[in-house]
């Protein structure tokens, strides 16, 4: 089956294949003739540049230590609004990286995502809850996924490594989970490595 996105670049492909150069029996002046010259050339290009955009994304499930992965890695998981991080792998991101007020200042509601900038890499707290003692959902696990892609996309983040986010204390099961990270991380070069420890696996469907 092909992604949205590759259905997408088929088309514009078949479009630069059947695109005429000029249309009607007029001579062409010089001017014109060159222009056309040029549109030509650069749909070239562009077709070029698409077949060589193919998207790479990737996910792989580890087992094992989450701060195990490369420090050229961006690391996510799940927070609540009020930034408390008293639980679970929240207490080891906020020992590790603190942070806590600028996280708070920057205001994110659920659906949001918060991010520091730790070395070469990028730290997200996907605000998933508005209260410690809240459960997420599903709705705004992806909403917050999505907000993260945006930020990863424009920053040039390719690689990515998280727990079984939403999961555990969280509550939420992890087939449902991962199906929403492939959806939203399809048609994107980013590849993604989820840790999970072997005494603390998420509830299966």
């Known amino acids: ?28 002046d010089s001017k014109f003739s060159d222009a056309t010259k040029v549109s030509a050339k650069d ?28 420090e050229s890695e961006s690391l996510a998981h799940c927070i609540s609004a009020d930034v408390r991080m ?14 806590v007020d600028e996280l708070k200042s920057q205001g994110q509601k659920p659906g949001g995502v918060a991010i520091l900038r730790r070395g070469n890499r990028h730290i997200y707290y996907l605000v998933t809850k508005e209260k410690y003692f809240n459960k997420p959902t599903y709705p705004s696990l992806q909403s917050s996924l999505q907000a993260m892609k945006g930020h990863c996309v424009s920053h040039g983040v390719t690689s990515l490594s998280m727990p079984t986010i939403g999961c555990g204390l969280d509550g939420l099961e992890w087939p449902k989970v ?14 993604i490595t989820v840790y999970s420890l072997p005494r603390a696996r998420c509830k299966k469907t």
């Open 1 to 28: 089956m092909f992604s949205r996105l590759q259905v997408y670049r088929l088309v514009l492909l078949s479009m630069a294949e059947s695109a005429p150069l000029h249309t009607g029996k007029h001579k062409l």
């Open 43 to 70: 749909s070239k290009i562009k077709k070029l540049e698409i077949v060589g955009t193919e998207a790479s994304y990737k996910l792989t499930e580890r087992s094992g230590n989450l701060f195990s992965c490369p």
């Open 86 to 99: 008293g639980k679970g792998i929240a207490v080891s991101f906020k020992t590790k990286f603190g942070g």
């Open 178 to 191: 991962r199906n929403i990270i492939e959806e939203v991380f399809q048609d994107t070069d980013i590849n």
